[in-house]
T-cell receptor, first 112, second 113 residues
């Protein structure tokens, strides 16, 4: 299996622009998680899905952030408009119910 | 609030030294416990996990961890570290009735030859 796939790996954008991050979970995994990692705040869970349905989005910072999972093999995290404080590494992870989470390589986002 | 504490933020060791990283959690009830490692510039990878059974868990690359329920602890150990163990180590807990992992703030380990 290719593991969790994320794209792009690096994104540099200007403040105010829309950013879309993409994730393909491991085939067969029911759960998909989006995390953000920064030096200041560490690893934070933003939102997670079970069978494509959002279960807990309490970690989403504000309305500028949205996430979707239109099918079992694809999810997006969108930031609109982006701000410099959104600069971080965004990880996607997937898992079977009650099991370990497998992480993707991450997207390093820089907002100028 | 439920939390995970990693007391050591930065550890510096010489090769062949022994390692112990602390992890404490504040959940009651049955928990699942994990240690993940993040090598520089890479994603998180699972080192080991505890769900039930023998509280001494063996993981990859010579790591082990011991679950002590009475102390709410899950400390990570390795008898002899190598330069290649330089990385950040995260403890994580999944509490009862939830699918979420709560991560500690991480411990940065630097091993010098």
């Amino acid at each position: 299996d290719a593991g969790v796939i994320q794209s792009p790996r690096h994104e540099v954008t200007e403040m105010g622009q829309e950013v879309t991050l993409r994730c393909k979970p491991i085939s067969g995994h029911d759960y998909l998680f989006w995390y953000r990692q920064t030096m200041m705040r560490g690893l934070e869970l933003l939102i997670y899905f079970n069978n494509n349905v959002p279960i807990d989005d309490s970690g989403m910072p504000e309305d500028r952030f949205s996430a979707k999972m239109p099918n079992a093999s694809f999810s997006t995290l969108k930031i609109q408009p982006s701000e410099p404080r959104d600069s971080a590494v965004y990880f996607c992870a997937s898992s079977f119910p009650g099991d370990e989470q497998f992480f993707g390589p991450g997207t390093r986002l820089t907002v100028l | 609030a439920q939390s995970v504490s990693q007391h050591n933020h930065h550890v510096i060791l010489s090769e062949a030294a022994s390692l112990e990283l602390g992890c404490n959690y504040s959940y009651g009830g049955t928990v699942n416990l994990f240690w993940y490692v993040q090598y520089p510039g890479q994603h998180l990878q699972l080192l080991l996990k505890y769900f039930s059974g023998d509280p001494l868990v063996k993981g990859i690359k010579g790591f082990e961890a011991e679950f002590i329920k009475s102390k709410f602890s899950f400390n990570l150990r390795k008898p002899s570290v190598q330069w290649s163990d330089t990385a950040e180590y995260f403890c994580a807990v999944r509490g009862p009735g939830t699918d979420k992992l709560i991560f500690g703030t991480g411990t940065r380990l630097q091993v010098f030859p």
